[in-house]
């Protein structure tokens, strides 16, 4: 007797569910009907797609729905849209609106829509770059691509290459992203190739701050709006950042490090009295600390980062931003709360899979002996901030490394030996290519 009233009971909580979810199907469809009645009578220049339903009000004849929209790249002169239409293929674009949407009851048919501009401004946004490091990391792959997309629809001008993320902001679905990009000396090809600016494009040294403002998590559909940096501000920035290195090489050399220490980012920075005060992430690099004539801008561009990842905290003087103190702690990486997200960045996938071939193909090189390993397949891609891990497996080939500086074609020329391995890749930023590899035999 119990169990047949449980299970009435069950199947009266799944029809309620499914009604419930039904219902507000009806009502998206009915407001995405509603938009597109409204930008026909209105002779808009693109169609409104419907972002999320703020509020609801159920009236005697009529419901009335609060909604945020958005403009889309279609065209309101195309006579054929339709809800689905918008749904799946109408990529969002700024502006965001704010929308009145009245439908009759209890057909829900069109009765009145009217929407406003929301200025992203004027919005109480909450900077979330210091509490959500996953959201860092994603919105550093997100500037990347939208960077490139946003000069490559421009079919003119040079590539821009991202250098920093300055800010990571909040406000319901919106999402703000302040960084810095330089100008790069590849000119935009008019044409659907492909340019690798991280590898191939050189900077020109002119700098961008640029804004880049999506909706929900859709980073790459960022829209981007990018300033030159006046002199002033550039010399600021890296006046202090080259202090911190400085501050860092100093350290190096009083403690005996073995390699030098290279900025990655700043994370906090606390102004008082007489001195501020830096948290910063850092890592190691390749540069020896026994070559006496190291320097800021050489530690900048030529030595490439390695394992450990740092976090470091750096003290200057005011106003000089002269060396005070500096102390740093090793980051274990395995400590770190990652994040998968294999499932939900294919482009940062792609990605990965290009930079796993090129590191495995690096380090068994520099090894110089034994046999080059192939990349087989990805086991999972995750992140926190700055950080990417990737697992991959891969396998042994019967090709020798050479003791050399020639060029061996892993993935055409050499077959597999059946020997696998399971490979962890570590590395900051966009960075692949440089990742340290770790490589464990799983037969």
């Known amino acids: ?103 009759q009851k209890p057909s829900l048919q069109y009765s009145a829509a009217s929407c406003s501009e929301v200025d992203i401004s004027s919005l109480p946004l909450k900077s979330v770059k210091s509490e959500n490091a996953a959201l860092v990391g994603s919105a550093m792959h997100s500037v990347e691509f939208a960077l490139y997309r946003v000069d490559s629809e421009r079919r003119s001008g040079f590539y821009k290459k991202f250098k920093d993320i300055i800010d990571v902001s909040q406000y319901g679905i919106v999402t703000v992203i302040e960084a810095k990009a330089v100008e790069t000396d590849c000119p935009v090809i008019d044409d659907n190739g492909i340019v690798d600016i991280q590898e ?119 106003p000089s931003l002269q060396y005070s103190a500096a102390s740093c702690s090793e980051v274990d990486i395995s400590s770190l709360p990652l994040k998968s997200v294999k499932s939900e960045n294919a482009a940062l996938v792609g990605s990965a899979m290009h930079s796993v071939e090129f590191a495995l193909y690096r380090v068994d090189s520099e090894r110089r002996s034994g046999f080059y390993k192939k990349f087989k397949d990805l086991i999972d891609v995750s992140q926190y901030g700055i950080v990417t891990v990737i697992e991959a497996k891969a396998v042994e ?14 993935e055409e020329d050499c077959k597999d030996t059946g020997v696998s391995y399971k490979c962890k890749f570590v590395y900051f930023y966009s960075y692949g290519y440089d990742a340290s590899v770790d490589c464990v035999s799983v037969n």
């Open 200 to 318: 191939d494009c050189k900077d020109t040294g002119v700098s961008y701050k640029c804004k880049f403002v999506y909706f929900y998590s859709y980073g790459y559909d960022a829209s981007v709006d990018c300033l030159k940096i006046t002199l002033d501000d550039l010399n600021h920035a890296d006046d202090e950042e080259s202090a911190i290195q400085e501050a860092l090489i100093t350290l190096d050399k009083q403690s005996h490090a073995a390699y030098f220490t290279k900025l990655l980012q700043i994370i906090a920075k606390t102004e008082k009295t007489d001195q501020i005060v830096f948290k910063i992430n850092a890592t190691s690099t390749v540069c020896s600390s026994k070559d006496e004539v190291i320097d800021v801008p050489t530690v900048k561009s030529i030595c490439t980062e390695k394992m450990p990842l740092l976090e470091c905290t750096v003290t200057l003087k005011k």
């Open 397 to 410: 080939t019967d090709c020798a490394v050479i003791d050399d500086d020639g060029i061996v074609d892993v």
């Open 1 to 103: 007797m119990y169990k047949f009233i449980v299970f009435i009971a069950l199947i009266a909580v799944q029809l309620t569910i499914s009604a419930v979810s039904k219902n507000t199907l009806d009502d998206e469809s009915a407001i995405q009907e509603a938009l597109i009645t409204l930008d026909k009578q209105s002779h808009a220049a693109y169609f409104t797609k419907l972002l999320q339903i703020i509020a609801k009000t159920e009236k005697t004849d009529q419901i009335v729905f609060k909604i945020n929209a958005t403009s889309t790249v279609c065209s309101s002169k195309d006579e054929v849209i339709d809800v689905p239409t918008v749904k799946s293929i109408c990529t969002e674009k700024m502006p965001l609106f704010e929308c009145t949407v009245a439908l």
